[in-house]
């Protein structure tokens, strides 16, 4: 799913393209993209961007007349753009298409569960509506941080996820910032010791900026077009069996439903293998414990 730096990265590229610019047109490639129906999407039609916005993990169109187009691309949802206008909609992947005089905007979804979605809304109200609650990460200093942190007991891997709690962290950051805070994915927000909350929330705001700098740089160089969620330079997130970049120790991983958590062993949990929910079961009481055990029993 884009997070905060991909959909940050987008908005860049979308302003030179489309801010101050008029949507001539909407074209719906599949009818359940769109989830709203008041006011109707035509209404939309002939409206200048006179502004672009991110809120959670949703790119927002602001236009004339206090309406907004809210984008949640979801897990599989990505936006793409043609320099044509009317640019013919992608027949297997292409859910709309925006078009402007100087091209066409298409949001598109891969896989067969179609989750994106498309809303029209008037007014900041109904666009509020849309927001979760979760603070800016990036905007908030300490005492903001921990009070949003500790609001609820949970996994620190969680409340990082939660937008009730934080806005547009998702499973992919949320592996990177915990291993630049060294903190495992596991610990319970409200036994964490001020200095863990303190690194955490420098490690939120380093992590976050350094990819948001990252992204956007390219993204005013050429369109994203690659937007995922597993990139070769990342840490430890979709790093399973790969080398740790400080220690040099395998990432880990739990594995639960469509996520896995990454990890490095040495970094973040004091060498002690954190158990899947699977494959724990399955093992029992032969579930490795240490790095040294998961390296024997996979040498047996």
Excluded at 81 to 110: I, Q, Y
């Amino acid at each position: 799913m884009p997070e905060l730096p991909d959909v940050t990265a987008y908005l860049a590229a979308l302003e030179p393209r489309v801010l101050g610019h008029a949507l001539t047109g909407i074209r719906l490639a599949s009818p359940f993209v769109l989830r709203s129906v008041d006011p109707p999407l035509p209404e939309a039609v002939g409206r200048t961007v006179i502004a672009l916005r991110r809120v959670g993990k949703r790119v927002v169109l602001a236009l004339e007349d206090d309406l907004f187009v809210v984008i949640h691309l979801m897990i599989a949802g990505r936006l793409q753009w043609r320099d044509a206008p009317g640019a013919k909609v992608p027949g297997k992947l292409g859910l709309a298409a925006f078009d402007f005089a100087g091209g066409t905007l298409l949001l598109t979804e891969a896989g067969t569960k179609k989750r994106a979605a498309l809303h029209l809304v008037r007014g900041e109200a109904a666009l509020a509506a849309h927001d979760a609650g979760g603070i800016d990460p990036l905007a908030a200093d300490l005492a903001t941080f921990r009070e949003a942190l500790t609001r609820e007991s949970h996994t620190v891997k969680r409340a990082l996820t939660d937008p009730r709690f934080f806005s547009g962290v998702g499973n992919a950051y949320s592996d990177e910032i915990l291993h630049a805070a060294q903190l495992s994915p596991v610990r319970l927000t409200r036994q964490l010791t001020d200095a863990e909350v303190a690194r955490l929330h420098a490690a939120t705001r380093s992590t976050l900026t350094t990819w948001i700098d990252r992204l956007v740089a390219e993204a005013r160089a050429a369109w994203p077009e690659r937007v995922t969620a597993f990139r070769p330079d990342m840490a430890v997130h979709g790093r399973f069996g790969q080398p740790c970049p400080v220690c040099g120790a395998p990432v880990q991983r739990i594995v639960h439903a469509d996520n896995e958590t990454n990890y490095c062993v040495r970094c973040q949990t004091g060498g002690r293998v954190l158990a899947d929910r699977a494959l724990s079961r399955l093992l029992r009481q032969d579930w490795p414990r240490t790095l040294e055990e998961l390296e024997g029993l996979r040498n047996r």
